[in-house]
């Protein structure tokens, strides 16, 4: 049998490598020149102001949250097609979290579902402080409405766009914050491009940009201008707020600005694989991801749906064949409510029945920039089979 082909995959160059031995031999680990250099790039990149890297895109959902000021009474709503970082980073916040159902064609928060769900708080003062939309697969959400339904109210918004960096909206980069205030990306091997592990923090607002940072690394601060001691020495620091060491170390921040280079390259890769596979899968029983025409991809999954009353077998069955078949394919992602940590905090099936739905059909393909076309077509091919008779 052929090899085991996973669904994600990081390309690690031999360029990446040495610029992280480089780290390894200069004077700083953590905290030198290569993670300032690397949050300048990324902002760049995105066209945001602001870039504020942290140890993994939970961290950064986390500091995001406390920049906003999340706290206990608060509320905080997501999708539930998410991974369960997304809520969680909320919850360590001690506020409460509410899921919006998805809208069934871009598996995204619902923009009218949003605004409903708004007015219905409205009248009982149960509205959110921050709504965190999350792009799926790496499709933007349609965050003009998104962004129209949450302002009515003056309710922030935090994008989990840990799926789409390299992704676009309405001709900009996603991270450029247009319609948030913030966006995060994650850097996980899994992810378009990685540091091991690692997340950035992008906003167009330099206070909230700050309150990240200070969030990230204890909540101490050594800048004279925030310091409130008159004259103070040079050993001297002040910890204003209750942070956390969160931060991301230059020899993460190296692999990442190397890979940086290649992000286009990557995309490019994971659009070709999107599209042949959109075109093999054109006469199977199997939904393929539709793409709005305001968002470009960037392809971090490509997630087939099988068709229940088409399709030669059931979801699980077609899902567990290609596994036996080496075909690494996944479930991306089980709705967070359905987890028992959740029911236990009080939510029970069918609170998102789009979600549900998804989530009964769903199945992950491999995709990522190092697949073969050889492998591509041995995954298209497995689908085939499982899935007609
Ligand atoms: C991967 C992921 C995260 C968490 O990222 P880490 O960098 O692993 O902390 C959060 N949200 C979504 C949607 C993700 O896919």
């Given at each position: 049998?052929?090899?085991?082909?996973?669904?994600?995959?990081?390309?690690?160059?031999?360029?990446?490598?040495?610029?992280?031995v480089d780290v390894l031999k200069s004077d700083f680990l953590t905290q030198g020149p290569v993670v300032p250099a690397f949050e300048e790039a990324v902002a760049s990149y995105c066209?945001?102001?602001?870039?504020?890297?942290?140890?993994?895109?939970?961290?950064?959902?986390h500091i995001a949250c406390m920049a906003l000021d999340v706290g206990p009474g608060d509320r905080v709503w997501t999708s539930p097609l998410t991974f369960v970082a997304s809520s969680n980073a909320a919850l360590y916040c001690g506020a409460e979290v509410d899921f919006v159902d998805v809208d069934p064609?871009?598996?995204?928060?619902?923009?009218?579902?949003?605004?409903?769900?708004?007015?219905?708080?409205?009248?009982s003062g149960t509205l959110p402080k921050v709504i965190i939309p999350v792009h799926l697969t790496g499709q933007s959400c349609d965050m003009v409405a998104i962004h129209q339904a949450a302002s009515r109210y003056?309710?922030?918004?935090i994008e989990d766009a840990s799926h789409a960096i390299g992704a676009s909206y309405k001709s900009r980069f996603v991270g450029a914050c247009e319609f948030s205030d913030i966006a995060v990306f994650s850097f996980h091997p899994v992810k378009i491009v990685t540091t091991g592990e690692g997340g950035m923090a992008m906003t167009n607002d330099g206070e909230l940009a700050r309150r990240m940072a200070s969030g990230r690394s204890h909540g101490v601060t050594r800048d004279p201008e925030f310091v409130q001691l008159e004259d103070p020495g040079q050993w001297y620091y002040e910890q204003h707020t209750l942070?956390?060491?969160?931060?991301?170390?230059?020899?993460?921040?190296?692999?990442?600005?190397?890979?940086?280079?290649?992000?286009?390259?990557?995309?490019?890769?994971?659009r070709a694989i999107a599209?042949?596979?959109?075109?093999?899968?054109?006469?199977?029983?199997?939904?393929?991801?539709r793409q709005h025409p305001d968002a470009a991809s960037a392809w971090h999954?490509?997630?087939?749906?099988?068709?229940?009353?088409?399709?030669?077998?059931?979801?699980?069955?077609?899902?567990?064949?290609l596994r036996a078949g080496g075909i690494g394919v996944n479930l991306h992602y089980i709705?967070?409510?359905?987890?028992?940590?959740?029911?236990?905090?009080?939510?029970?099936?069918?609170?998102?029945?789009?979600?549900?739905?998804?989530?009964?059909?769903?199945?992950?393909?491999?995709?990522?920039p190092s697949l073969t076309d050889e492998q591509q077509g041995d995954v298209a091919a497995a689908l085939a089979q499982a899935v007609s008779r």
């Open positions: 049998m052929a090899q085991f082909i996973p669904y994600g995959r990081q390309s690690v160059s031999d360029q990446d490598i040495a610029a992280v066209g945001a102001m602001h870039g504020v890297a942290a140890n993994s895109a939970t961290s950064a959902l064609s871009s598996y995204n928060m619902c923009p009218a579902k949003l605004a409903e769900k708004l007015e219905v708080a409205a009248a003056g309710i922030r918004i942070g956390y060491n969160y931060r991301m170390t230059d020899i993460n921040a190296a692999l990442g600005l190397s890979q940086l280079d290649r992000l286009t390259e990557f995309i490019d890769r994971r599209r042949a596979y959109d075109e093999a899968f054109a006469d199977l029983p199997v939904t393929t991801p999954l490509y997630v087939v749906r099988i068709n229940p009353e088409r399709a030669a077998k059931p979801h699980r069955a077609v899902f567990e064949e709705p967070v409510y359905l987890q028992p940590y959740y029911r236990d905090l009080g939510f029970s099936p069918g609170h998102c029945p789009e979600a549900e739905a998804y989530y009964s059909q769903a199945i992950s393909l491999p995709m990522f």
